[in-house]
């Protein structure tokens, strides 16, 4: 009985010891590193704010469509070909796109604020809160230990591609719509772990493009800003007809 006690306090012992190391394991990133996320951070939010803009310009002109999507395509595209000294001209370039961004998806947020404004709040919400938990989980996590995901997720997003390619041919059901949905929610959430980690490590060999970086999490927070609220407008929709049913009954 004694030796099972021991055995128990030395386990809960290096529970604890765990828990206290992980939550040290910020001390893993050296303040160069920690200096260049902060760099990356602040510019993913100026480029949410400039998407946000794209969004307020859709609704008031109703811009977004093909156009703005291949001039943000266009634009990302500019960014990565140009030379990272010219430091002014790619962050104004990251601006633009993630203007053009907020018009293209400015169509399904104008139709989830015609439905309900608090759908989109909530949407945003919850990316929010999902993108910090996932990121602070990358930066606590050993270093490269998520990397190896980043195979298993670049299937997912081929098997993603392969879906829609059948469904545009063939024709879809709900059922794939709704397979297709989630699963790219969960693609891109793993992606917000991977590229964390593959930020902080390049960063660690001395890439310092804190305006690619920023590029990278910004899409991934799209995707899953884009998803999160296609579910919850789903969602609310469908529940909207099941009372209007009843109402009939």
């Known amino acids: 009985m004694e030796g099972f006690t021991s055995f128990f306090n030395s386990q809960s012992a290096s529970r604890n010891r765990w828990?206290?190391?992980?939550?040290?394991?910020?001390?893993?990133?050296?303040?160069l590193v920690q200096i260049h996320l902060k760099q990356v951070y602040l510019t993913l939010?100026?480029?949410?704010?400039?998407?946000?803009?794209?969004?307020?310009?859709?609704?008031?002109?109703n811009i977004g469509g093909l156009l703005t999507t291949l001039a943000c395509m266009g634009s990302m595209v500019w960014l990565l070909s140009t030379h990272p000294y010219q430091e002014q001209k790619r962050v104004a370039l990251?601006?633009?796109?993630?203007?053009?961004?907020?018009?293209?998806?400015?169509?399904?947020?104008?139709?989830?604020?015609?439905?309900?404004?608090?759908?989109?709040?909530?949407?945003?919400?919850?990316?929010?809160?999902?993108?910090?938990?996932?990121?602070?989980?990358?930066?606590?996590?050993?270093?490269?230990?998520?990397?190896?995901?980043?195979?298993?997720?670049?299937?997912?997003?081929?098997?993603?591609?392969?879906?829609?390619?059948?469904?545009?041919?063939?024709?879809?059901?709900?059922?794939?719509f709704k397979f297709e949905l989630y699963l790219g929610l969960l693609v891109f959430v793993g992606y917000i772990v991977v590229d964390t980690q593959e930020i902080i490590e390049k960063a660690h060999l001395g890439d310092l493009d804190y305006v690619k970086h920023a590029l990278t999490l910004f899409t991934d927070f799209v995707a899953v800003f884009v998803r999160i609220l296609i579910i919850m407008l789903k969602n609310a929709t469908e529940k909207e007809e099941e009372k209007k049913k009843k109402r009939r009954d």
């Not at 206290?20 to 394991?25: A, E, M, R, T």
């Not at 939010?45 to 859709?58: E, F, R």
């Not at 929010?128 to 195979?151: H, I």
């Open 94 to 176: 990251l601006m633009v796109a993630a203007l053009f961004e907020g018009a293209s998806v400015g169509t399904l947020i104008k139709a989830a604020i015609d439905f309900d404004p608090s759908i989109v709040i909530g949407a945003f919400v919850g990316c929010a809160v999902v993108f910090g938990c996932f990121s602070a989980a990358a930066m606590v996590a050993r270093r490269r230990e998520y990397l190896y995901l980043g195979g298993l997720l670049s299937s997912g997003v081929s098997l993603l591609c392969w879906l829609q390619l059948a469904s545009s041919i063939f024709g879809g059901s709900m059922a794939l």
């Open 45 to 61: 939010c100026c480029a949410l704010v400039a998407s946000a803009a794209g969004v307020y310009l859709h609704i008031l002109w």
């Open 19 to 31: 828990s206290y190391d992980s939550l040290k394991n910020f001390r893993q990133i050296s303040p």
